[in-house]
């Protein structure tokens, strides 16, 4: 087979790229001057080119190039009508992916690395996998300033092999000081820590949280070189939420790297000034909901059996304001319309906290959103929470209510109220929508009463993430209940500033912030082109027998 002068030169520079790359002639001079030393030094005998190469052989350099190289015949699919004409290239055997990231040289990032994790003492007797074998297997998720991040799934053992580096813009939505780089003092401001998910995966694909851990990343701010390793202990969730589940290594390092850093007393001064403050602010908002709650109960002493949620524990037992749960969430053009946003919040699976212990008793776990995204699965107050949020990014008026359904089993939903006056229930679970007509209990027996289609028996109160109002109306029965929320005779509101105190956007608070949707990972075309195929040979097989 002969080549044309040109594929020939060509070929022969991809050769000689590859032995470069290879540092092939670095290996041969090291084998000639050993073999030099070996065989030739008593006699000066010449040493052939034979000589030479079964040398190479038995060191097995020549099997390395040999593997490296690849040579292939590409035959054009479009020339096959008349004779076909091989045409020779060089193929490398792994071509190497690099993946780009678009850094902007003028914005500072914050470089993530978690290597490794140690004491999973619940995966200690974990045996190792076999290749290829179905595994258990950790996920870690990240959210840090409006951009998520998911590590690659690594086995579950007692010291998981979390090899895997994470590139956070430190500005992600505001610009700065225009093409300014920010600095130490500046970044020393931006309170918003790394929120970190781990997720476990199970052999069937039932996912389960682990853990969900909020990262103080500016003590990388007072650290020599800008680069600082830290053990982050995980802690469980729920009833668990005190016990530690396991510890991981990360490394934290600045790009560009900083001029100047700042001294430990400066940050350690900063992160006490801004506890102080939350606390300070939590616990005035405390003192005031204490004192709204011993008014609503003075209106009507049976208010105490309704239910009215100021209060929720989320995933690590904290007790957050309910209204901290919501803030109006923006889709972008991944959801089109509200209709479409209740059936995506519907397919999200549905499963209550776990309970340890028999009892009945419902364990109270309202989780973050990103733990909620993250698993793919929780709670009625979970799905609410997040279809609540939705609909307001849609630019609705709507609250999550608080009430029962039947039998007296607690339940959220979500209200909307149009602008004019019509109520509408949302059921998040399911994505049915529910008009609310309320019956009049003093009209005569001859007037027709509307007959409720929804499930809902009782509520308490509404929230949205700016207010908060509890049910006063003489009865608690949804079918009665007048929507009229600037009545106070029959809604008693809360004050929209002591809300807004401890559920401000993006100021210092204990209030995780939101992290925004991303798109399916999965094409929907090819997939559904790959079921509906798999379908079509089930049916055929079914029809044979």
């Not at 190289?69 to 004779?83: G, I, Y």
């Amino acid at each position: 087979m002969s080549l044309p002068p040109e594929k020939a030169s060509e070929l022969k520079q991809i050769i000689h790229q590859q032995l470069v790359k290879m540092d092939v002639h670095g290996r041969i001079r090291e084998v000639l001057a050993e073999t030099i030393r070996e065989e030739l030094a008593p006699e000066h005998q010449q040493l052939s080119t034979e000589d030479l190469i079964k040398a190479l052989r038995q060191r097995g350099i020549i099997d390395d190039v040999m593997k490296e190289l690849k040579f292939v015949t590409d035959v054009n699919e479009k020339e096959r009508t008349s004779a076909p004409k091989p045409s020779t290239h060089f193929v490398d055997r792994e071509p190497p992916v690099l993946k780009k990231t678009n850094i902007d040289p003028t914005r500072r990032y914050l470089y993530l690395q978690v290597l490794g994790g140690k004491a999973f003492l619940e995966h200690l007797q974990e045996p190792e996998p076999l290749p290829g074998q179905i595994c258990s297997t950790f996920t870690l998720c990240l959210h840090f300033r409006n951009q998520r991040f998911r590590s690659k799934p690594v086995p579950c053992a007692c010291e998981p092999d979390f090899h895997d580096g994470f590139l956070l813009e430190v500005h992600k939505d505001s610009l700065g000081d225009g093409s300014k780089m920010v600095d130490a003092t500046t970044m020393l401001s931006i309170c918003d820590p790394v929120h970190m998910v781990l997720i476990k995966t199970d052999t069937f694909g039932e996912t389960t949280l682990v853990a969900s851990y909020f990262l103080e990343w500016r003590s990388v701010l007072a650290a020599e070189n800008g680069i600082t390793n830290v053990a982050v202990e995980l802690l469980g969730v729920g009833t668990e939420s005190k016990v530690s589940v396991g510890v991981l290594n990360i490394r934290l390092e600045m790009y560009p790297q900083l001029n100047k850093t700042l001294s430990s007393e400066v940050t350690n001064t900063q992160f006490a000034l801004e506890r102080q403050k939350t606390a300070e602010k939590e616990r005035l908002f405390l003192v005031y909901a204490k004192q709204w709650w011993r008014e609503y109960l003075q209106i009507r002493p049976t208010h105490n059996i309704r239910l009215v949620k100021i209060f929720a524990q989320d995933e690590n037992g904290v007790n957050r304001p309910v209204c901290s749960y919501i803030r109006p969430l923006r889709a972008g053009r991944l959801l089109d319309t509200p209709r479409q946003a209740a059936r995506f919040v519907s397919v999200l699976g549905y499963e209550r906290a776990p309970v340890i212990g028999g009892g009945g008793g419902k364990q109270e776990q309202w989780c973050t959103l990103l733990a909620f995204l993250c698993r793919n699965k929780g709670d009625c107050e979970d799905h609410a929470n997040l279809l609540c949020s939705l609909l307001l990014g849609f630019g609705l008026e709507a609250f999550v209510c608080v009430g029962t359904k039947a039998k007296g089993v607690p339940h959220t939903w979500v209200m909307t109220c149009g602008t004019d006056g019509t109520v509408t229930f949302w059921e998040s679970l399911t994505g049915h929508r529910y008009i609310h007509r309320p019956i009049n209990p003093d009209d005569p027996p001859v007037v027709e009463q509307p007959k409720p289609l929804y499930p809902y028996r009782t509520i308490g109160c509404i929230f949205n993430h700016q207010k908060f109002f509890g049910n006063c109306q003489p009865s608690d029965a949804v079918e009665v209940c007048v929507f009229d929320l600037h009545d106070e005779s029959k809604w008693k509101p809360m004050s929209g500033e002591a809300i807004k105190s401890v559920c401000p956007p993006g100021t210092t608070s204990s209030v995780p912030p939101f992290p925004p949707l991303c798109a399916s990972t999965i094409d929907a075309a090819v997939t559904s082109n790959e079921i509906e195929l798999q379908l079509r040979i089930l049916v055929s097989e079914h029809r044979k027998h």
